[in-house]
């Protein structure tokens, strides 16, 4: 009676135990459930209800680890997207959308630490925005340190900082052409002057130079004191005509400050003791430092070159002209590698035709075994005998397509290969002989086999893609087994090489690789098969045909070609094999557009008066401003926004006919900041001056994309009192540029405050924000003498559709 009264207590606790595991069971399914309905929220970017789910599914299953990695795997996504979506509310300047996003960001992930880095950032970028615009403003003055101090707290803050990282590299510019030729003098340098000495002592014509540029020559001890020059020419820069000076008497300059240079004799060792040398480091982003390297060396004769192969380093030491010649160089030469995505199909046709029709007659009749004991029963009876005949009704037809569809990117003039399909092993039987019996080894090679692509792409600058194609399709088959018990295995290849060029985006197609298989059998009965006629049914015959053929298509995409140099890297002047230099000689022209000084030797005659200048940065701006007649003594340069001082044109006698003096002219914009696609509007240069002005010369600058000029008209400022004025404008639409020049006719000096001008424009296109730059203005004063000048930087127009 025991054992049947345990037998409940058995069904019993195998009852609990069912319970329990279909309890275990719908646990974990009801958490797998709820993984995916986790990842399909996110999905549908309901990114907060997704984790949740998630993380409640890994809370109830620790042990899981599945469960962990579909959670990390879908906070990181998570924390990815939404961070993209705080950048993308950054770059459209939505700055508080941005801030919530990252606030997201952090709730989803709070030790995520870009999330807290960008938090900071995004705390302080008002901030920063503030102190960048300070950085901005003090450049426009051109308070360099200042500018170079409040950047560098923006970056401190922000490393990233789009505006303050432009910014520093417009500082960095600034310091190396500073660094590059330091100490400046350029305002006086580039005044054009006339000189005419014939056999004069080189200390005469130095000291009549000084004394109307206001230079100062220091000459070294070892200079000759007895050294003679020669010179005749006609209106070129101070900085040309001391270099003449310089070349003939086989001496060398450096400038000390502001306005003192050093002459010394151009000897190796002088040369070495006074020119000045300048360390920059360059960082290449493309190019080999090794290469790079080389060309400077082979181009610019450079020996003291230090490269790091680590950081792709390349530091040079050497004179600021060579430093300023390696900058092009290595720009147009640090370029990235074109690269080319290419679209690559093959495909395997395969047709197969088989048929089989006829009788299959038996080459041999076998009968049931046994022993015949009484031949009488032969005519009572059967003997059995299996025949064999077999009827063939078979007809079969295939078609196979194996398609293979890679997209390989790969560099330009680098190789690519693809295999795709098996290593197939393959056996070899080693035989070592001994004393004994022999020692078999087996070595296993693996042979791949399959589709087998490579290719080398050249890419040209016309976007033409040359392309060096391999191909093989092979397949392998095992033969019988050799004594040896090695299988042997029989490969079917085909290849093809060739070189092609192609068009981005234009296909070839390279076909006609075939393999043409037919084979015919017959089985026929002897003599009764070779029957014409009735043979047929005393015969089976069968026909396989199969024809393979590959075809490949490939198609380049270019993704990237080389970045042809600007147009000021296309030819670069580099002096002599001796002296290298980046501009050319006697070619700089007036670049501060300074008067002309007029200078000749005491044993000529009577010298002539400086021709009345023009006060313009560009040649044709000037010759507008000379046939309005405008005497203008110095131009400043905007948007630097500076007072600028120039020489004044003298006399033979070396007397100033006029100097600067007084505050500066203010200039200003007055017009619309917001205009639509084709609405023409007005826009005037005022001018605010408290000395009176004789005549303005100016040049502006626009995009002719972006407007068209409809008129130019002139203002009340000089018109002042009963006499006219004489007004010129011209226009060069293929540059933007716009040059004017205004002149009183009577040369009475009036007020000069008011509107100096008004343009009349056309917006062309929606571009945002469209500016209109002030090049550069030369006023001019009651006395002939040049007035500094303060001027707003360009005026702003936001262009809406």
């Known amino acids: 009676m025991k054992p049947m009264s345990s037998l409940p207590r058995l069904a019993g606790r195998f009852a609990s135990l069912l319970v329990v595991a279909m309890l275990l069971g719908a646990c974990a399914s009801a958490s797998r459930q709820m993984r995916d309905e986790g990842l399909v929220l996110i999905d549908d970017g309901r990114v907060e209800e997704g984790l949740a789910l998630l993380q409640q599914a890994a809370a109830e299953h620790p042990g899981e680890l599945s469960y962990r990695v579909a959670l990390i795997r879908a906070r990181q996504l998570a924390v990815e997207r939404v961070l993209a979506d705080a950048r993308d509310a950054e770059m459209a300047g939505e700055g508080e959308r941005a801030r919530d996003a990252y606030r997201r960001a952090q709730a989803i992930d709070p030790e995520h630490p870009r999330v807290r880095e960008s938090l900071r950032v995004a705390a302080n970028r008002d901030v920063l925005s503030g102190i960048d615009a300070q950085a901005r403003e003090a450049m426009g003055r ?53 000189l005419e000495f014939r056999d004069a002592p080189l200390k005469m014509v130095l000291d009549v130079l000084s004394r109307a540029s206001g230079i100062n020559f220091l000459l070294d001890k070892d200079v000759r004191s007895g050294t003679s020059v020669t010179i005749f020419v006609r209106d070129v820069p101070i900085e040309d005509a001391i270099e003449l000076l310089l070349v003939q008497s086989q001496l060398e300059r450096r400038l000390i400050n502001e306005n003192t240079i050093l002459i010394y004799p151009n000897t190796p060792q002088k040369v070495k003791e006074f020119q000045d040398l300048v360390i920059k480091p360059f960082y290449l982003t493309n190019g080999d430092v090794k290469q790079t390297q080389q060309m400077l060396k082979t181009i610019l004769k450079a020996d003291d070159v230090y490269i790091d192969e680590r950081l792709n380093l390349l530091v040079m030491r050497d004179t600021p002209e060579a430093i300023r010649l390696a900058e092009k160089l290595i720009a147009a030469q640090d370029l990235a590698e074109p690269e080319v995505v290419l679209e690559v199909e093959v ?50 037809d295939g078609d196979t397509n194996i398609l293979a569809s890679p997209r390989i990117r790969v560099r ?243 007397r100033a006919r006029g100097g600067t003096s007084g505050k500066p002219v203010r200039y200003s914009w007055h017009g619309p900041r917001q205009v639509r696609v084709g609405e023409a509007f007005n826009l005037s240069l005022m001018s605010d001056s408290e000395a009176p002005l004789t005549a303005t010369s100016l040049q502006m600058r626009i995009d002719p994309a972006e407007f068209e000029v409809l008129e130019i008209t002139e203002g009340s400022a000089l018109r002042d009192g009963d006499g006219g004025t004489a007004f010129r404008q011209r226009v060069y639409p293929a540059g933007g540029r716009i040059a004017m020049g205004v002149m009183r006719d009577d040369g009475r000096a009036v007020g000069g405050s008011g509107e100096l001008v008004t343009l009349r424009l056309r917006a062309r296109k929606a571009a945002g924000e469209a500016l209109v730059h002030l090049s550069s203005v030369a006023p001019v004063g009651a006395e002939q003498q040049s007035l500094p000048v303060r001027a707003s930087g360009p005026f702003s127009v936001e262009v809406v559709p």
């Open 347 to 396: 495909l395997e046709v395969t047709r197969s035709k088989l048929t089989e029709l006829g009788l299959k007659f038996p080459s041999q009749l076998v009968g049931p075994g046994g022993t015949l004991e009484n031949a009488q029963i032969l005519n009572g009876g059967t003997i059995g005998l299996n025949s064999g005949l077999v009827l063939n009704l078979k007809k079969e």
């Open 412 to 654: 330009s003039r680098e190789q690519a290969k693809v295999h795709i399909g098996d290593r197939v092993p393959v056996v070899t039987a080693i035989v070592t002989p001994s004393t004994g019996t022999p020692v078999t080894t087996d070595q296993i090679q693996y042979l791949d086999v399959g589709l087998k692509l490579e290719v080398e792409p050249t890419v040209h600058l016309d976007d033409d893609v040359a392309i060096r194609v391999g191909l093989e399709v092979s397949t392998f088959s095992r033969l019988p087994p050799t004594p040896n018990g090695t299988t042997p295995i029989q490969v079917s290849t085909r290849n093809a090489h060739t070189m092609l060029r192609l068009h981005d985006g234009e296909t070839q197609v390279l076909m006609g690789l075939l393999r043409d298989d037919d084979t015919r059998t017959a089985t026929k009965v002897p003599l009764l098969g070779d029957l014409p006629g009735i043979g047929r049914l005393f015969s089976s015959e069968l026909a396989d045909a199969k024809k393979t053929e590959v075809v490949l298509l490939i198609t380049p995409h270019v993704v990237r070609n080389v970045r042809r140099p600007d147009m000021s890297l296309a030819g670069i002047w580099s002096g002599t094999d001796s002296v290298l230099r980046v501009a050319q000689p006697l070619a700089r022209g007036r670049a501060s557009g300074a008067p002309l000084l007029a200078v000749a030797s005491a044993a000529m005659t009577a010298s002539r008066d400086a021709s009345p200048p023009v006060a313009m940065n560009d040649a044709g701006a000037a010759a507008v401003a000379s046939e309005a007649g405008v005497a203008a003594p110095a131009a400043a340069a905007i948007p630097t926004a500076l007072a600028t001082t120039a020489v004044t044109p003298t006399t033979s006698g070396g």
């Open 142 to 194: 051109g308070d360099v340190d200042a500018a170079e101090r409040l950047n560098a707290n923006v970056l401190a803050l922000d490393p990233s900082h789009d505006g303050a990282r432009a910014l520093k590299a417009e500082i960095d510019r600034v310091r190396l052409h500073q660094a590059a030729s330091l100490p400046q003098m350029r305002s006086k340098l580039h005044q054009p002057v006339s």
